[in-house]
Structure formats: structure tokens, C-alpha cells
């Protein structure tokens, strides 16, 4: 195998790779018509996803079954609203539920308008995407009950560190039932808290769900089409970090650890991840089931204590939502850095990024930091390198005697081969020594693509002149076309093909490269770019040497 031919099957393998992971990523984001399985089946369209029995085996008690939802009056269907603003954040907050039903990023911009904030959660004509909470137990409040909430704006004020919004239900057994939010300056963690009250002449007994409530729909793609992980994830000591595709929950198959004494559930989407974190090691159960078109819950639900008539508890379960920043993640909880999507090269794709993420504390722009790396890189790869172009060097020169055997042996193929062999034995080259340096920096270079795909940081981050966003495409595509004019100079420093054809073939790879590139995140096409600068002169340099203590074969 000749280098010519190595480069069209890497380009051939990495196409494939592109085809694969793509129409896996569609498929999982398309809603399957099939029936939700048979745990959520009978409530699917009526309740809109309180969870209901079975609930855990170790949790279960005569008292503990769901009560029936409420029905609302027509006059409350779209209750109050509460309008929260904070450093962080613009909330919506419903009085049917207390849910949360809109949440926007103030520190981060829409995807298609940056003039606008990035809106995570909403519920509308666009899509629907809500957290929500509730009880489980006779007679108490769930998601579709209606609260008492006081409407208006909650506004952080300087010097203030946090705000509270309060809801409140009475039941008609007669708990008392508080529902709080608990927002926090600088910090994209939301404090849900509930004061359960039993004042009624029975003993209590009950669970709290925490759930998220969204459609099946990819929020935003990459500009090459290809989608990072959107859906719930479950992340317990037992089972570690488990994604569970819509396309399973739809097909009643998703499979994912139900129960344990740990663990949070999140719902992750490019760049952005909601949460429940729940503190303590009470049994807990995971569950994620299918309860409208396209439309899905997942979440948890948590044990409380029996509460004889007089007593009161409460239960504490914070939410994080915001972006997906690494230097945050792991400080969150056990695991939750994983809802960072590198897909299947995050062995290596996670050390590129810490790398990545070092430079940067020194030279502060993303930019000059991917440069950078590129160096520390091709640095790494250098004596490879240094192989594979003494290799290609002496295969130039080569080229003439190659050339005549070919026609010498046209009409003989082994023969052929045999005598190419034995050109490469008495000339000392290794016709597969340029195999090995490419084949390894292939891994690097899909994974430094997750890593410019999946890292927030990213997002919106500026390099210079033109480049005002590293994630996305060069605007004015002028990184692609000088990505293919370097590659165009390293295919003339190859030996050229013997086969007319195949020479043509490569000449054409730069524009097909191109091509390819023009909708690849800037981020990438600089590494790629800078990459060719550094292997042209390294190339160079080992060639010139090579023709300088040779003479070229005639």
C-alpha cells in the first residue's frame, strides 16, 4: 500500500465515520411511532406523566400509592406566573405545579440570534421542555396542581445573594404543602425545597418525584450536521454513567440502573445540561417513560418520612441548569462531567481538552490556545512524523525506477509486485512507513472534533479578525480554502502516483478536503490548517536533506 492510496482510504474511513455517527444521531433523535412500554402505558395521555405504581419494591406501602390527579378548573389551566431574574437567569415559574416553564441563560446567546438570550427551557409552539415536581401520596399536590403564588417579578438586587420564591397548597385532608425556590447569585443551581405539614388525624406517608418534561427534538446541530447526545442520562456508583436514547424510551427498551441508594438524573443537550442532584443515600428510583408524541418525562422519585398527625418534614433537592463548563462540572457531583458528549473517543478526547483548557489559563484567548496545541501535538508526533516523510522522500526519488518497472512489467502483475519489493529491500525503504504516523494522529484528530464540538467554551469564543465564534464555520470560508491550499503543497512534496489516474485522484483530494471543511467549526479547520503548515515544513526540510545526500535515480 503507497501513501496516495493510504490517504484515499483514510478519507475513505473517516467519511464513514461521518455517514455512521450521523444517521446514529438521527435516528435517535427521531420520534419512533411505537407505544410506550407498559410501566407509563395506561397514563401516557392522561396525566401527563405523574409517575403512578409500582413504585419501588423497597419504598412500597399501602398508603404510598398515587392519589388520582386533580382535575383544574377551566378558569386555572394557565395559572399565575412569577418572573425571576437574577445574574444568571430569567425564570418563568407557573402556579399550576410550581413548575418551571421557562428558563432563559442571560450569559449566553441564542444560537441563530445573538442579540437574544439562550433559552434552555420553555414551553410553547417552538418546543416543550419544563421541570417539574410534585408528591405522590393521597390527596397531595403534583404538577398539575394549582399553588398559591404570588405573580410578579422577583428581581435580584445588588448585595443581595439569593432569592426566594414561595408556593403554597392545603390539602383537603388537611397537609400543609410548601413548595420553594431558592436562587443563587452566581451560581446556576436552584435550591427546590418542600415542608410537608401533616395536621390531618392520619399517618402520612409519601414520595417526591423530580422530573423533567420535554420533546424528543434536537435543540441545535453542529454547522457539519452531526448532533451531540440529546436525552435523560442516570449516573449511579452501580451502573455509572447511562444515556438512554429517546428512540428506546419510545420503544419501551430503555434499559439503565432503576434503582439505587445513589446517583442523579439529568437531561443533557449540546453544550447545556439540567439536573436533579439528590443529596444523602435514601433509596431512590430512575424512571423515564414516553407520555405523548414525541414527548417524554424522566426522573426521580424520593422516600419520605411517615409522618404521624403533627409532624412536618422537608426534603431538599437542588436542580443545576446551565452550560456544561468542565471546570465546574465535577464539583457538582460524582460523574456529572460526563454529560459532556465526546462520544466514543473520550479517553482521549477528555486529556486533549485539559490541555486545552491549561493553555488557556495562560494566553486567555481559545484560539491562540488551539494553536498552540497544535505544536504541543505535532511535537508529540514528531519522530512519526520524521519517518513517514523520510519514507515518502525516498519513494520520490525511487519514483523513476518504480515508473520503469511498471511498464516493464505490465502485462505481469506478481512479477511486477516482485520487483517492487525488491526496490524497496535494496533501496531501504518501508513501502507502509507512512501508514502508522497517520493511522495514530486519526484517533487525535475525530477527538479534538468532539472537543471543539462539545466544549461550551467554545461556543461564541472569538480568535481574531473575522473568526467571532471557534464552534461554528469561518463565515467568509477563508480558513477552509487556506486549509486546501496547504494541502495542495503537501501533495506536491509527495512522490507523484504511477498510476495516471490515481495521480489525478490526488490532485483532486485538496478541493474535496476543502469542500468538506467549509462547514467544519473554525475551531478545527485552524488545527487542521496549522497542522499542514507544520507538516509542510517539516517535510520539507526531511526531503531536502534526503535529495541533498542522494542523488535522484535516472
Known sequence: MDNQRLILLLVFIFSLFMLWDGWQRHEASVSQGGSPGAAGQAAAGRDQGVPESPVPAALSSPAASPAEVPALPATA????????????????????????????????????????????????????????????????????????????????????????????????????VAKTYLFHRGSYQIDIVYEIANQGSEPLAAFAYFQFTRDGTVPERSMTNIATFTGPAVYTDEGKFQKIEFSEIDKGKAKFVQKAHDGWLAMV??????????????????????????????????????????????????????PQEQANLKKIAPGFDLVVDYGWLTVIASPIYWL?????????????????????????????????????????????????????????????????????????????????????????????????????????????????????????????????????????????????????????????????????PAGLVLYWTVNNVLSIAQQWHITRSIEGAKPKAS
Request: glycine letters at 8%; aromatic letters at 10%; hydrophobic letters at 45%.
Open 77 to 176: 389551566a394557565g395559572g399565575t406566573k412569577a418572573i425571576v431574574r437574577t445574574d444568571n437567569y430569567v425564570a418563568e415559574i407557573s402556579s399550576i405545579g410550581g413548575s418551571l416553564d421557562r428558563l432563559e441563560l442571560v450569559r449566553h446567546r441564542a444560537t441563530d440570534d445573538k442579540t437574544r438570550d439562550f433559552v434552555l427551557m420553555e414551553s410553547g409552539a417552538t418546543g416543550t421542555y419544563v421541570a417539574q415536581t410534585g408528591l405522590i401520596g393521597e390527596g397531595l399536590p403534583n404538577h398539575k396542581t394549582e399553588f398559591r403564588l404570588m405573580p410578579g417579578n422577583y428581581e435580584m438586587k445588588p448585595g443581595e445573594d439569593k432569592i426566594e420564591v414561595r408556593l403554597e397548597a392545603r390539602t383537603s385532608g388537611g397537609t400543609q
Open 269 to 322: 443537550q449540546h453544550y447545556f445540561v439540567a439536573g436533579w442532584i439528590p443529596q444523602g443515600h435514601e433509596e431512590r428510583e430512575f424512571f423515564a417513560r414516553k407520555i405523548g408524541s414525541n414527548l417524554f418525562s424522566a426522573g426521580i422519585i424520593l422516600p419520605l418520612p411517615t409522618l404521624t398527625p403533627g409532624q412536618s418534614t422537608r426534603i431538599d433537592v437542588p436542580l443545576y441548569a446551565g
Open 356 to 520: 486545552l483548557e491549561l493553555i488557556h489559563r495562560v494566553v486567555g484567548n481559545w484560539g491562540w490556545s488551539i494553536i498552540l496545541l497544535t505544536v504541543l501535538i505535532k511535537g508529540v508526533f514528531f519522530p512519526l512524523s520524521a519517518a513517514s516523510y523520510r519514507s515518502m522522500a525516498k519513494m520520490k526519488l525511487v519514483t523513476p525506477k518504480m515508473m520503469k518497472i511498471k511498464e516493464q512489467f505490465s502485462s505481469d502483475r506478481n512479477r511486477m509486485n516482485q520487483e517492487m519489493m525488491e526496490l524497496y529491500r535494496k533501496e531501504k525503504i518501508n513501502p507502509l512507513g507512512g501508514c502508522l504516523p497517520i493511522l495514530v494522529q486519526i484517533p487525535v484528530f475525530i477527538a479534538l472534533y468532539w472537543v471543539l464540538l462539545g466544549s461550551v467554551e467554545m461556543r461564541n469564543a472569538p480568535w481574531m479578525f473575522w473568526i467571532h465564534d471557534l464552534s461554528t464555520k469561518d463565515p467568509y470560508y477563508v480558513l477552509p480554502i487556506i486549509m486546501g491550499a496547504s494541502m495542495l503543497v503537501q501533495m506536491r512534496l509527495n512522490p507523484t502516483p504511477p498510476d495516471p489516474i490515481q495521480a489525478k485522484v490526488m490532485m483532486v483530494m485538496p478541493i474535496v478536503f476543502t469542500f468538506m471543511f467549509l462547514w467544519f
